[in-house]
């Protein structure tokens, strides 16, 4: 039996997937008294053009489906404030409202980053990263890639299916990166 925290045991597993973070924040404004009292999201490099905001505490140990996840973006586009503050409302609904996994889709409620197209988000497989990070093993924790995608890609996700969409990213072959990126539908 280990002796770490539940919020130490995710930090590890980020450690060991993308290193230390560089920056460890918290959004401090509106009903967070919902949210984790140990929840903050971890910024890092997952490369040198590639920035992550992670969350750590989206769930909690005891929590049956545990959940954490996470947004790459651009170093140029990673509007810091704006980035917290929507993995916050994210987190604040998967704990109060309707809880969160593969394949569902979020409104950001405003644009992932100023002058966007992209205000919602949906949770996918970390492509990217595969099953080293996608699980965390003790305890059972898992987590996704929130990919931020256009209102016209919402309806067609509800309309066709989330393995439709993802068919049309790759044939696309879309710059998750870029956050003014035409929509794939």
Known sequence: MTSLTFAELIDRHYLKNWGAP???????????????????????????????FATRCMSQAADMNRLEIHALCHPDHSEHASLVEILTAIVHYHRTGSE???GHSVN????????????????????????????LEEPRVRFLWLIPVTQAEIAFKKARGMEALEERFEAARFNFLDPFRASVV
Not at 25 to 44: E, K, N, Q, Y
Not at 114 to 130: E, I
């Open 22 to 52: 560089k920056r460890i924040t918290r959004w401090d404004s509106g009903p967070i008294g919902a949210v984790p009292r140990d929840f903050r999201i971890l910024v890092m490099d997952r490369a040198s053009d590639m920035t992550v």
């Open 108 to 135: 950001f409620g405003k644009p992932w980053v100023t002058g966007s197209a992209c205000s919602y988000g949906v949770l996918s497989l970390p492509y990217l990263d595969g099953p080293d990070l996608e699980w």
């Open 100 to 102: 969160l996994g593969l």
